[in-house]
């Protein structure tokens, strides 16, 4: 059972990493908490589903799935849209409520601002949607059996994928493109980054882009391997913030890999205490952190 | 008539029930700073303490004790007091953000203890058959409500002037000295850290007071009573109203309350039954509309903070 619940962590926690990559940079760049964070998820999981229905309905080669999966091009598609759509959302968010009351409020308003954000967000899906599950296909899928007697989804298989090329392809965008090192000067030091040079606001755009995105593939995924309902990015609040907490605001690999101590924890605690109590692992995690080193794994120590 | 005035009584129970509540998260973060984003929790713990305390004994649950409702409302604000002492121990060095995740993950933890702890809780199905303490007092469900009308509005005005009170003495000067410069304040020789603990203690307690009035209003307690969304409606009466005033704290509960209540009416009137989850989805976009609207239009609420100048400064301008 420890091998299955490892290889569950692992893939629960691909998604929070998705997740708390947005949050995380947010945080850091943006200095404010943002409780509606989460429900850029929900929002991309069902943007994917109304592409999705769309590209359906080209038939033909896009009604055939992908090998072992159950979804096909339309569903890759729909990602793609998700991510923008999602990403459209965040900036007009930023523009008309975040970056307006950054402004002429603290950072706290803010912190308020996305408490209302979140309701209004998840509510909207809520009114438009429905409250019932939905899932993307119907299509039976047979798990493949690993050593340890481990079962997998092939749909598991390819959210952990997509993933890992997620993170490497943000690693190179941080690293390799003036954008990307922009953006680490920024999550530095705002001012500084301005005198540089760098065009700020531009910059906190493609912060908004990427977490969005983020957020979106992280929703879909939820979709694809579990289900869509409007409480998905809500009921991930805890964990994306463990998460970001966990690996130090601003930080990629630490979003990443708080993402995966996050779901790894939440798996293996079943083994301990009952499954009711689940949901409150990633807070006892967040105390925990906070209680040792209040700015993360891999945040900068003030000195 | 009588049914308006009825309804009247019945929404101004309520608002004012959350106005307490209101009042101690103004004490937490209009005065002091203390971002509290786990209010719903200890509502919850106030009400299912009042529960225990003074509901009817029942087999294979904890509790029961048919204590009066004066004990159980002292209980409520001692034990949601003992459980912001332990929660303001532990997160006593984190601030703004952090505390509010904290505390939120508090509020999230709290709900689920109350779930799934059946013994203590009587899990899913709750407590019920909580007494209501003007039912032998009163004839009549108009009677009473006006009665029990009158225990709120007295517990709501010794809240009131007890925390003006609090806010108006040295130490609630103090409160606010921290709240604009902590490190100024310690070169004073004040503990920020065990003043902040003492108003999150004081503002938790008025919360746990609130919840406990609100079950022996109601008669029953459930999980779901207290969900987040509880602590977002509680933040908007306070930011509508107008943080670090205490009018304002009190304004902001009658006006969101009246706002969900009435928006309520009209939904479940216009709103087809088969969709009434969306409707129940419309009231809360409406919740949070406001918010967001209030904060961009007017952040300091509608009768916010009043400006205070020392009595030594306006001499010295004379």
């Known amino acids: 059972m420890f091998l299955q619940h490892l290889a569950d962590g692992i893939l629960s926690g691909a998604i929070v990493s998705l997740g708390a990559i947005g949050l995380s940079f947010t945080m850091k760049m943006l200095r404010f908490a943002n409780f509606s964070h989460s429900e850029l998820l929900t929002w991309g999981a069902y943007a994917a589903l109304v592409f999705l229905s769309f590209f359906s309905t080209f038939g033909g080669f896009f009604d055939q799935t992908i090998g072992p999966f159950s979804f096909g091009l339309p569903l890759l598609f729909a990602m793609a849209c998700a991510c923008i759509t999602t990403s459209l959302i965040a900036m007009f968010l930023h523009l008309y409520v975040f970056d307006r009351l950054s402004r002429s409020a603290g950072h706290m308003t803010m912190v308020f601002a996305s408490f209302g954000v979140a309701l209004v967000l998840r509510h909207l899906v809520t009114l438009i949607w429905g409250s019932d599950p939905i899932y993307y296909s119907n299509e039976l899928q047979f798990a493949i059996l690993l050593p340890g007697g481990v079962r997998v989804m092939p749909d598991q298989v390819f959210l952990f994928g997509l993933t890992i090329f997620t993170v490497i392809f943000l690693h190179l965008f941080m690293t390799r493109t003036r954008t990307g090192i922009a953006m680490r000067g920024v999550a530095e030091s705002p001012s500084l980054a301005q005198v540089s040079g760098v065009n700020v606001n531009a910059i906190i755009l493609w912060v908004w882009i990427i977490g969005a995105s983020g957020a979106a593939m992280g929703g879909v995924l939820y979709g694809m391997t579990i289900q869509l309902r409007p409480e998905l990015g809500f009921s991930l609040i805890l964990p994306l913030f463990a998460a970001a907490i966990l690996g130090g605001a601003g930080s990629l690999y630490g979003a990443v890999l708080g993402g995966l101590i996050v779901g790894l924890s939440e798996n293996l605690s079943v083994m301990i205490i009952p499954t009711t109590y689940k949901p409150a692992v990633p807070f006892l995690l967040i105390l925990l952190i906070l209680f040792i080193r209040p700015d993360g794994i891999f945040g900068e120590r003030k000195r | ?318």
């Open chain 2, 1 to 318: 008539m009588i049914g308006l005035v009825s309804y009247l009584v019945f929404f101004l129970i309520l608002s004012l029930i959350f106005g307490i509540a209101v009042l101690g998260l103004n004490l937490q973060w209009g005065f002091t700073g203390l971002f509290n984003a786990g209010v719903a929790g200890f509502i919850g713990i106030g009400a299912y303490t009042m529960a225990i305390l003074t509901g009817p004994s029942r087999d294979a649950v904890f509790g029961g004790f048919e204590l009066p409702f004066v004990i159980g409302l002292i209980g409520a604000m001692v034990v949601s007091g003992i459980a912001a002492l332990a929660v303001g121990i532990v997160t006593h060095k984190l601030k703004h953000e952090y505390l509010a995740v904290a505390t939120f993950g508090i509020a999230v933890t709290i709900q689920l203890v109350c779930l799934n702890w059946e013994y203590l809780t009587g899990g899913t199905l709750g407590l019920i058959g909580i007494p209501n303490p003007t039912k032998d007092l009163a004839e009549g469900p108009l009677a009473q409500n006006a009665l029990f009308l009158c225990i709120v509005i007295s517990l709501g005005l010794i809240t009131f002037i007890a925390i003006e009170n609090i806010v108006k003495s040295p130490w609630g000067r103090m409160l606010k000295a921290i709240r604009e410069d902590e490190i100024a304040s310690s070169s004073l020789g004040k503990d920020p850290a065990r003043i902040r603990l003492e108003a999150f203690v004081l503002g938790c307690m008025a919360m746990g007071l609130s919840g406990a009035l609100y079950v022996s209003f109601i008669g029953y307690v459930s999980p779901w009573d207290f969900l987040p969304i509880l602590t977002f409606q509680i933040w908007t009466m306070l930011i509508v109203g107008g943080s670090a005033n205490n009018r304002g704290a009190l304004l902001g509960a009658l006006i969101v309350w009246g706002v969900w209540t009435m928006s309520g009416y009209v939904i479940s009137n216009v709103v087809p039954s088969e969709i009434q989850a969306q409707g129940g989805a419309m009231q809360a976009i409406l919740i949070g509309l406001i918010l967001v609207v209030m904060l961009l239009l007017r952040p300091r609420g509608l009768i916010g903070e009043e400006l205070q100048v020392s009595r030594h400064a306006r001499s010295l301008n004379d």
